[in-house]
């Protein structure tokens, strides 16, 4: 791994303004997001480090301005943000390190440009929803903002401007890395007023949003079940995942298919707290996580393609995920 000036130096980063605002970028990113910052300095080529850093910090800053506080405040800050964004990506020019980086990262990456106006574009969702009434709904909810908002990283891990079958492959991950998410929020999000599973859902399994707030022990006997369901349903996601690996060049898949076991690690560990999720997230065992790491840093240094078992379960998953 090159040290942070040297992969700044590979990355033809040589304004000394711009790499301060670089390194503070990159300070805020491994502060809020570790194990990812670790992926990505560990597994990516040096050059694409900086750019992923940027990208990642500019959803990081966005999404914080929407994350808190009565839904009015936050669609004016957004708004707000919507415009300097807008302002910057016209004149090339932005009085903020966040946006500075990203117009640098826009010189080497045009391809970002778009999916900054596509996550601009759907992120009132995300101030504006609160659950989901049906599975539809949830569907929406993914086109319009999980997706584009991935996007913004996974548009730089391909070749040029991405394909239709790369947007799907993608598309197959962020519904599964999404479920899993609400799922193992459960505790948190139902206690911030909000549900990321679907109503519709819940009525299937005899629940109720309130009903899974109470004590009496009946939330979490229905609830197993349901559990179930969606482990099953988000473990089929994570394994056609896999598929995302072809459609990046071969220096960038040990990073994908990391991405990818780490989902699959977080989602054992759901799957093993089952019903206790109603009290709090599950996190992956950081040895797993570690040799997961390990692997693919291995396979990044001899510069060649080492595949997994595309699967997330079975014999061969203890190796996979």
């Known amino acids: ?139 929406h909810y993914i086109d319009g903002y999980s997706l584009p908002a991935f996007l913004l990283i996974a548009c730089l891990l391909g070749d040029g401007a991405p394909t239709a079958p790369y947007v799907a492959a993608c598309r197959t991950f962020i519904e599964a890395s999404q479920r899993l998410d609400f799922l193992n929020d459960l505790a948190e999000d139902l206690a911030g007023g909000r549900l990321g599973i679907p109503e519709e859902l819940l009525t299937r399994h005899g629940l109720t949003r309130t009903g899974l707030t109470g004590e009496d022990g009946a939330a979490a006997d229905g609830l197993r079940p349901l559990l179930g369901d969606q482990v099953r349903q988000i473990r089929a996601g994570l394994s056609a995942s896999y598929g995302l690996v072809d459609l990046v060049p071969a220096q ?42 390990a692997r693919e840093y291995a396979a990044a240094r001899r510069g060649r393609d080492t595949r997994p078992a595309a699967s997330v379960s079975g014999p061969t998953a203890g190796k996979a995920v």
């Open 252 to 293: 960038n898949r040990p990073f994908v298919r990391a991405l990818v076991s780490i989902q699959g690690l977080t989602l054992r560990a759901a799957a093993r707290k089952g019903t206790t999720l109603l009290d709090g997230s599950a996190r992956p065992q950081v040895a797993a996580a570690l040799r997961v790491l």
């Open 1 to 139: 791994m090159a040290t942070w000036p040297k992969t700044l130096d590979q990355a033809g980063i040589t304004d000394p303004a711009l790499r301060r605002d670089y390194s503070e970028q990159r300070q805020l990113v491994a502060h809020y997001a570790r194990a990812e910052y670790t992926a990505v300095r560990l597994l990516l080529p040096a050059p694409l480090v900086p750019d992923v850093i940027a990208a990642t910090a500019f959803m990081h800053h966005s999404d914080n301005l929407i994350d808190q506080g009565p839904a009015e405040e936050r669609i004016a800050a957004l708004a707000d943000w919507e415009s300097r964004v807008h302002a910057a990506l016209k004149s090339g020019e932005a009085d903020q390190p966040v946006l500075r980086t990203l117009l640098d990262t826009l010189a080497r990456q045009p391809q970002l440009r778009q999916y900054v106006e596509d996550f601009l574009a759907g992120a009132p969702l995300e101030v504006q929803t609160a659950g989901f009434a049906t599975e539809r709904d949830l569907q």
